[in-house]
Nanobody, 127 residues
Framework: QVHLVESGGGLVQAGGSLRLSCAASGRTFSSYAMGWFRQAPGKKREFVAAITRNGGSTYYADSLKGRFTISRDNAKNTVSLQMNSLKPEDTAVYYC????????????????????WGQGTQVTVSS
């Protein structure tokens, strides 16, 4: 198992930036692909970004590419999400998740591929 804890959320003005962090327990962090998802009030949870086990490839929701950047540090068992040029519509609870070896690019975007989830961190962007 992997225990995930998100941090770094908060209140930010539109146009500002936040960096979210996800800390993972255990000693097999590098065995997992990692993803970020978000859920806004009244909306379904949606894909934000994902990164392969060794960080060699990244994936982003089309609407977020260019503003958000996912990265990981396997030595520290962490994955981060740098969010720039934030908009009010980015307001949501952001979740970190871990998946075991997705075998195709499309699976990195599929929520059911992620077996482990953090409790989320709130991001609120004011207009």
């Amino acid at each position: 198992q992997v225990h995930l804890v998100e941090s770094g959320g908060g209140l930010v003005q539109a146009g500002g930036s936040l960096r979210l962090s996800c800390a993972a327990s255990g000693r097999t962090f590098s065995s997992y692909a990692m993803g970020w998802f978000r859920q806004a009030p009244g909306k379904k949870r949606e894909f934000v970004a994902a990164i392969t086990r060794n960080g060699g490839s990244t994936y982003y929701a089309d609407s977020l590419k260019g503003r958000f950047t996912i990265s990981r540090d396997n030595a520290k068992n962490t994955v981060s999400l740098q969010m720039n040029s934030l908009k009010p519509e980015d307001t949501a609870v952001y979740y970190c998740a871990a998946a075991i070896a997705p075998y195709s690019a499309s699976l990195y975007l599929t929520q059911s591929e992620y077996a482990y989830w953090g409790q989320g961190t709130q991001v609120t962007v004011s207009s």
